[in-house]
């Protein structure tokens, strides 16, 4: 399957919260769209991981995605290496996408960069031929470089090259991001409160935005 846009995110809901919005609406205009999460965000304090699994499989729903995939790297301890790095060449050349998207390059938790280094660092060597790597059936693939990276904006704001308004797809984003219901507020909830649980957070992004 190929896709128009693959978003790479280090944690399951850092697509949604970066740049739902975006998602919703080059999906909204017919091109395909997919996430590949890094991680399972096993570390978070809220939530499981079979939790957030079906928060995700919500989210992606409420989207419209193609196709989401997971790499299951070690949430908080995946590195930048050859390892991670043939995985995710491996799966751009699977969906071969026009434009990577990725987290930001600098951010408030130390995965998002590492993230983002990860996707930029392997987006370049998917282009490179001498570089083998094998689709699920085992074939050979071709070598294949997006033609576009950006990377969206997380916790730490940065002045951005552009914009793009999502007005009209607000809400869908919103929803998406509320899938997530272990991570953000919730006043029944009994689990410790985080930087992305308490109240304030919600009015954040809507103030960002």
């Known amino acids: ?7 790479i995110a280090a944690h ?34 809220r939530g499981t991981i079979q939790t957030r699994e079906q928060e995700a499989k919500d989210a992606s729903a409420i989207l419209g995605l193609q196709v989401r995939e997971n790499l299951g790297l070690a949430d908080g301890f995946f590195k930048n290496d050859q390892e991670s790095q043939l995985a995710v060449i491996q799966k751009i050349r699977t969906y071969q996408p026009e434009i990577v998207i990725a987290n930001a390059i600098h951010d408030r938790h130390p995965d998002h960069g590492k993230g983002a280094n990860l996707a ?18 085992g074939n050979v693939q071709k070598a294949w470089r997006p033609k576009q990276m950006y990377h969206y904006i997380q916790s730490q704001y ?6 793009i ?5 607000w809400d869908i ?3 998406a991001i509320k899938a997530y219901k272990t991570q953000f507020f919730n006043s029944d909830s009994t689990e410790p409160q985080t930087f992305i649980s308490r109240p304030e957070f919600i009015q954040f992004l809507e103030g960002r935005a």
Do not use: N, W, Y
């Not at 850092?14 to 999460?37: Q, R």
């Not at 392997?122 to 570089?131: E, R």
């Not at 940065?158 to 914009?163: K, M």
């Open 1 to 7: 399957m190929k896709l128009d846009i693959l978003v």
């Open 12 to 45: 399951p809901d850092d697509a949604e919260l970066g740049c739902g919005g975006t998602i919703a609406k080059h999906i909204k205009s017919g091109l395909k769209v997919g996430i590949l999460d890094l991680t399972r965000g096993e570390l978070g304090t």
């Open 120 to 137: 930029t660092d392997a987006s370049f060597l998917a282009g490179l031929a001498k570089i083998e790597s094998k689709d699920a059936s």
């Open 158 to 163: 940065i002045q951005p090259d552009f914009i």
């Open 165 to 169: 308004d999502i007005t009209d797809v």
């Open 173 to 175: 984003k919103m929803a």
